[in-house]
């Protein structure tokens, strides 16, 4: 026996809806790139002071200025890139949580099944004699 084929479910035309849904998205690819790229790129940055750090220590010995300078620069960077991580995420979370808060227009909502009649239609009222 086939089974009757359905239609697969289509996006509403609605320009009003369809450019929530595309700013929203948008703003999900966005905070998810920044939330990766910016801590990562201050935490590389980090790296890279603590290896001018140890560079440090290995040709003047404990000269504390000189190591003093390249600790502060790893722990503004470590900072930085964990406030503008958290930004992201929060920024993300909220978009997320926006997109999918998004109703459709009211010309597609479809009807819910009635719990008695299954069909998605009210019940006829009762005949009266």
């Known amino acids: 026996m086939d089974m009757p084929s359905q239609a697969p479910p289509t996006l ?3 320009p009003a ?4 849904r595309k700013f929203w998205g948008w703003n999900i690819a966005v905070s998810a790139i920044v ?7 201050l935490f590389l940055y980090g790296m890279i002071g603590m290896q001018g750090a140890f560079g440090t220590l290995g040709t003047k010995g404990a000269d504390v200025d000189a190591l003093s300078n390249h600790i502060s620069e790893v ?26 808060m998004i109703s459709k227009p009211l010309a597609v909502i ?7 009649s299954g069909t998605g239609q009210p019940l006829d009222p009762p005949l009266r004699s």
């Open 110 to 116: 479809e009807p819910q099944p009635s719990p008695k």
């Open 12 to 14: 509403p035309s609605d």
């Open 75 to 100: 722990l503004v960077a470590t900072s930085l890139a964990s406030v503008f991580g958290l930004i992201a995420f929060v920024w993300m979370i909220a978009s997320i949580v926006r997109f999918c």
């Open 17 to 20: 809806w369809q450019g929530k």
């Open 35 to 41: 939330m990766i790229l910016v801590p990562g790129g």
